[in-house]
C-alpha cells in the first residue's frame, strides 16, 4: 500500500475533470455547488467532469420530469404507429412515482443486489431472451397500451388491451378476469415497471405506459445489440471488479460471480455522455481539490467573480478557492483584476470543504476521458428514477461501502476509518496494492438466468434502434 499525505503545493500540471456554475446569488449558501452549463462543445473541453447535480437556470435542461417520457406535447406517433414516448396526449391524472415516498426512495437508492449485470452468464440467457422476442415479433408484437391512467380496480378495454399487453411479454401469470385491474394485473405491471427500472407502484403511470409500447421489433434490436457488447466484455471479467452500466444509472461491486453491493449513481446527460471505458482503480483520494478546466474559467468563473467584484465581494472566498498565476504562484484576490485579459491565464482550484462538489471521496483510474467516480454534497438526485444529470462522471450512493470494499485488503482502512474520513478535511491519497477492475459499460438490454429481460432508457442512442427506445 501506498499512502500519502497531499500538501498545499501548488503545482496545476494536470486539471483534473472539473466543471463549475456560478448562480446569479450572493453567496454559497444560496448559490448552491459548481456545475456545467447545459450544452457547449465539448471537444473544446480538455475534460468532462461532473455537475453539482443542481438543475442549471441557464440551460433549457432544467430537472428531470418524473418520468422519462416527459410532460405531453400533443398526439404524435412513433415508429411502426406506436405512440411516440411521452409525446402522446396522457389521459387522467399523470400517477407519478412518488419520489418522495419513502418506500419507493428506498428501492431507489437500495437496489436489490440481484444478478450482476456484467456476467458471462447473462450471453446464454440473453441469446434466449432473444429468441423469445424473435417469436413476438414473428406472431405480429404486442398491442399498444392507450395511453390512459390505471390503478387496481380500474375496468373498461384499456384493461383488456394492458392484459394482453402483459400477457405476451410474459408478466401476465395466472387466472386474471380481461377486463379488471385485479391482484393478478398489479403483480404483472410491478414485475414489467422493475424489470424496466422503473419503481414498482404496480399502476398504470405515464413512464410505464412508454415503456410499454416501445415495439417489438425495437426491444429484439435493443438484445441483439446489447448481446454482442455481453459477448465482448463478459468474457474479460474476473474474480473481483466494479461495473458501472450507464442506462441502469448504477454501479455494482461483484465478487466471485455475486453483486456484493448495488449502488445507485448519477451519469452523464445526453449531450455530455459518460464514456464506455476499462480501466482498474488504483487510487483513492479522500477530501480532494477540485480544479477548473480552462474553459469553464473563460466562460463561467470570471463572469460570475466580476459580478462579485462589482458588489466588492471576494468570490474566491465565498465558494473557498484559491488562485494561482501561470508559474504556480499563488495570488492574493486583492491583486487580482478580473477586468482585464491576465485573469484568463490564471489557475483555479477549489479547496476541502462540506460544499465541495466532490464531495469527500474520488475514486481514480486512468482513462483517456479523465473521468472517475465520486461523493456529492448533494443527495437528492440519488432519490429519483432518472439520474442522467452528469456531465460524464459519475456520482455513487452511499460511496463510502464501495471504498471500504475496494480498501479492504489495505491495512487499517476499514469502514470506520473510511467513515472518519468524512469529518475531516485531510488530504490522502491511497493506492491499492491490487488494482481492481473498472468497466463503464452500455447495457440497455440483457437478460439474467432466471429468465428475466431487463430493458433500461437507450439514452444515448447507441442501440441503433428506433427513437422510442431512448425516451421512456
Known amino acids: 500500500m501506498d499512502m500519502r499525505v497531499r500538501g498545499s ?12 456554475l456560478f448562480t446569479a446569488s450572493t453567496g454559497p449558501s444560496q448559490a448552491g455547488l459548481f456545475s456545467w452549463l447545459g450544452g457547449g462543445n465539448r471537444q473544446n473541453d ?36 406506436a405512440p411516440q414516448p411521452g409525446a402522446s396526449a396522457f389521459h387522467g391524472d399523470e400517477l407519478p412515482p412518488d419520489e418522495g415516498n419513502a418506500a419507493t426512495r428506498e428501492w431507489i437508492t437500495n437496489p436489490a443486489l ?13 441469446k ?61 405491471v410491478k414485475k414489467l415497471q422493475a424489470r424496466h427500472g422503473i419503481p414498482p407502484t404496480g399502476v398504470i403511470d405515464r413512464a410505464t405506459v412508454d415503456a410499454m409500447n416501445v415495439p417489438a421489433t425495437v426491444r429484439l434490436h435493443q438484445l441483439q445489440a446489447n448481446l454482442a457488447r455481453l459477448q465482448t466484455l463478459a468474457p474479460t471479467t474476473g474474480p473481483r471488479y466494479v461495473v458501472v452500466n450507464i442506462p441502469s444509472a448504477q454501479v455494482e461491486a461483484v465478487e466471485g460471480g455475486q453483486v456484493v453491493s448495488r449502488h445507485a449513481a448519477v451519469v452523464g446527460k445526453p449531450e455530455r455522455p459518460t464514456p464506455e471505458l476499462s480501466s482498474k482503480i488504483q487510487e483513492i483520494n479522500f477530501n480532494p481539490f477540485w480544479y477548473v478546466p480552462r474553459s469553464i474559467i473563460i466562460r463561467d468563473l470570471v463572469p460570475k467573480a466580476q459580478e462579485f467584484s462589482r458588489r466588492g465581494q471576494d468570490m474566491l472566498a465565498a465558494y473557498h478557492m484559491e488562485a494561482f498565476d501561470p508559474s ?33 471521496v474520488k475514486i481514480n483510474f486512468p482513462n483517456k476521458d479523465a473521468v472517475y467516480m465520486h461523493d456529492t454534497p448533494l443527495k437528492s438526485l440519488f432519490g429519483r428514477s432518472v439520474r442522467f444529470e452528469s456531465s460524464g462522471c459519475v456520482r455513487v450512493h452511499d460511496v463510502e461501502v464501495l471504498v471500504a470494499w475496494l480498501l479492504r485488503s489495505e491495512p487499517g482502512w476499514d469502514m470506520q476509518h473510511v467513515l472518519a474520513m468524512k469529518q475531516t478535511s485531510e488530504q490522502i491519497d491511497v493506492k491499492l496494492a491490487k488494482p481492481v477492475p473498472v468497466y463503464f459499460a452500455y447495457f440497455s438490454a440483457w437478460a439474467t438466468p432466471d429468465g428475466m429481460v431487463n430493458f433500461r432508457p437507450d439514452i444515448y442512442n447507441h442501440d441503433g434502434a428506433a427513437e422510442t427506445a431512448s425516451a421512456y
Not at 504556480?328 to 470543504?353: C, H, S
Open 328 to 360: 504556480g504562484r499563488p495570488l492574493d484576490p486583492r491583486e487580482i483584476n478580473w477586468f482585464g485579459n491576465e485573469v484568463y491565464n490564471y489557475n483555479f482550484r477549489q479547496l476541502p470543504w462540506e460544499e465541495n462538489s466532490l464531495g469527500f
Open 9 to 20: 503545493g501548488v503545482a496545476l500540471a494536470t486539471l483534473v475533470a472539473t466543471a463549475i
Open 128 to 188: 434466449a431472451a432473444i429468441q423469445r422476442y424473435e417469436t413476438i415479433v414473428a406472431q405480429g408484437g404486442w398491442p399498444t397500451v392507450p395511453a390512459y391512467a390505471m390503478r387496481p380496480g380500474s375496468q373498461g378495454q384499456e384493461v383488456v388491451l394492458l392484459h394482453k399487453r402483459l400477457e405476451i411479454s410474459g408478466d401476465l401469470a395466472g387466472r386474471s378476469i380481461p377486463d379488471e385491474y385485479d391482484a393478478a394485473v398489479v403483480a404483472a
Open 114 to 126: 440481484g444478478f450482476a449485470t456484467l456476467s458471462p452468464k447473462n450471453i446464454e440467457a440473453t
Open 46 to 81: 480538455t475534460y468532462q467532469d461532473q455537475d453539482s447535480g443542481q438543475p442549471n437556470p441557464f440551460s433549457n435542461h432544467g430537472t428531470p420530469t418524473w418520468g422519462r417520457g416527459g410532460p405531453a406535447q400533443g398526439p404524435n406517433q412513433g415508429p411502426s404507429g
